[in-house]
T-cell receptor, first 113, second 113 residues
Framework: QQQVKQSPQSLIVQKGGISIINCAYE??????FPWYQQFPGKGPALLIA?????SEKKEGRFTISFNKSAKQFSLHIMDSQPGDSATYFC????????????FGKGTKLTVNP | NAGVMQNPRHLVRRRGQEARLRCSPM?????VYWYRQLPEEGLKFMVY????????ESGMPKERFSAEFPKEGPSILRIQQVVRGDSAAYFC???????????FGPGTRLLVL
């Protein structure tokens, strides 16, 4: 049973465009939703995270939008740059993140110059 | 402050051999998580440990796999009698006792011939 569904599987945008990646979860006990960025051959790096008591969180060019009733959350990358080309994973966890992370299958983002 | 350290970074084993993967958490972190990533897949939780205790091993295969986090020294993920299907990237993450953010290491890429 896949508890976190991520789409699209791959995404190509032009430099300066907006990249949008969506995730949906099933378990209403999840209360911590991080996004990780992974470059080839590297470990995942935390990008931004949100808790369900807020509907949006912004850090620089990265924004998480959260819809608790729909059990969906999304990552928006504004002014996308070639250096943003990586695989992005959404995840969910219970107990504020101290329990295991359940990951989506990832989105491979390519930003063309 | 050094990040999460994993070694070896690459490990080649023949079928039937043992693989030992080591993880040193970030300084001040007492919680360790192990995840496995198959090619083109998201990360799958394996086990969650605190010093000298296994907290959650719901993602560990029942046979051949074991993990420990001793009072002194790194956490060890041990795979006995490896098979080709064990070929994957194994990531370790650590967090503080307060939980939330899990910081990932660079991973160990295991190849079973």
């Amino acid at each position: 049973q896949q508890q976190v569904k991520q789409s699209p599987q791959s995404l190509i945008v032009q430099k300066g465009g907006i990249s949008i990646i969506n995730c949906a979860y099933e378990n209403t006990a999840f209360d911590y939703f991080p996004w990780y960025q992974q470059f080839p051959g590297k470990g995942p790096a935390l990008l931004i995270a949100i808790r369900p008591d807020v509907s949006e969180k912004k850090e620089g060019r990265f924004t998480i939008s959260f819809n608790k009733s729909a059990k969906q959350f999304s990552l928006h990358i504004m002014d996308s740059q070639p250096g943003d080309s990586a695989t992005y994973f959404c995840a969910a966890s219970k107990e504020g993140g101290s329990e295991k992370l359940v990951f989506g299958k990832g989105t491979k983002l390519t930003v063309n110059p | 402050n050094a990040g999460v350290m994993q070694n070896p970074r690459h490990l080649v084993r023949r079928r039937g051999q043992e693989a030992r993967l080591r993880c040193s958490p970030m300084k001040g972190h007492s919680h360790v998580y192990w995840y496995r990533q198959l090619p083109e897949e998201g990360l799958k939780f394996m086990v969650y440990l605190q010093k000298e205790n296994i907290i959650d091993e719901s993602g560990m295969p029942k046979e051949r796999f074991s993990a420990e986090f001793p009072k002194e020294g790194p956490s060890i993920l041990r795979i006995q009698q490896v098979v080709r299907g064990d070929s994957a990237a194994y990531f370790c993450a650590s967090s503080t006792s307060m939980g939330e953010t899990q910081y990932f290491g660079p991973g160990t890429r295991l190849l079973v011939l």
